[in-house]
């Protein structure tokens, strides 16, 4: 079971990045996943969340309306599109998977991809 | 959105003795609570979720207790690979789902 992020690289503040996280070794489509980052030195910030079926997704008001998530359960991918990025969105960016396949309940993560780095400046 | 607050920020310890990390939501998450280990330079680790329930591979000296507000994550002789920083989740009333601010444990 492994997830692993990419596309993170520096950006300047207003500009736009996709990250991907690529899913192997379970069923993808069965599966919410989630987008979590971390700032440098700091704790965990969940972001977003996706359902296995991309009916239900939900944001963190810090990034409502600026980032989008999405899956594509063919190719066994999640996306995090980001616009409008401020200094304050630099982080080590995570996909994390619900632990349990299951719709409509909160759950832990397990297992987390290694991160994303994304750097905001000018 | 639930606050979750751990104590203490930072915590010293010896190897070998037991560590006790303490972590309060600000309303009950019912046993809708996990805690993740997380080494310098790595993804966090499940090790515990629904408050007492250790994830698969978790060896038996991590033990998780509480409900509602209070939890406990308790490590009962610790190893050197131990020494880590862990946060605590809550899953119960989301969205948002919050993370502690971290308790670091270090070596004394």
């Known amino acids: 079971v492994q997830l692993v992020e990419s596309g993170g690289g520096l950006v300047q503040p207003g500009g736009s990045l996709r990250l991907s996280c690529a899913a192997s070794?379970?069923?993808?489509?069965?599966?919410?996943i989630n987008w979590v980052r971390q700032a440098p030195g700091k704790g965990l910030e969940w972001l977003a969340y996706?359902?296995?079926?991309?009916?239900?997704?939900?944001?963190a008001d810090s990034v409502k309306g600026r980032f989008t998530v999405s899956r594509d359960n063919a190719k066994n991918s999640l996306y995090l599109e980001m616009n409008t990025l401020r200094d304050d969105d630099t982080a080590l960016y995570y996909c994390?998977?619900?632990?349990?396949?299951?719709f409509g309940v909160g759950s832990p993560f397990d297992p987390w991809g290694p991160g994303t780095l994304v750097t905001v400046s000018a | 959105e639930i606050v979750m607050t751990q104590s203490p920020a930072t915590l010293s310890v010896s190897p070998g003795e037991r560590a006790t990390l303490s972590c309060r939501a600000s309303?009950?998450?019912?046993?809708?609570l996990a805690w993740y280990q997380q080494k310098a330079g790595q993804a966090p680790r499940l090790l515990i979720y629904?408050?007492?329930t250790r994830a698969t591979g978790i060896p038996a000296r991590f033990s998780g207790s509480g409900s509602g507000t209070e939890f406990t994550l308790t490590i009962s002789s610790l190893q050197s690979e131990d020494f880590a920083v862990y946060y605590c989740?809550?899953?119960?009333?989301?969205?948002?789902?919050?993370f502690g601010q971290g308790t670091r444990l270090e070596i004394k």
């Open positions: 994390a998977r619900d632990h349990l396949p299951i």
């Open positions: 629904g408050a007492s």
């Open positions: 989740q809550q899953y119960h009333d989301w969205p948002p789902i919050t």
């Open positions: 996706i359902s296995a079926t991309s009916t239900t997704i939900f944001y």
């Open positions: 309303q009950s998450v019912g046993s809708k």
């Open positions: 070794g379970f069923t993808f489509s069965s599966y919410n």
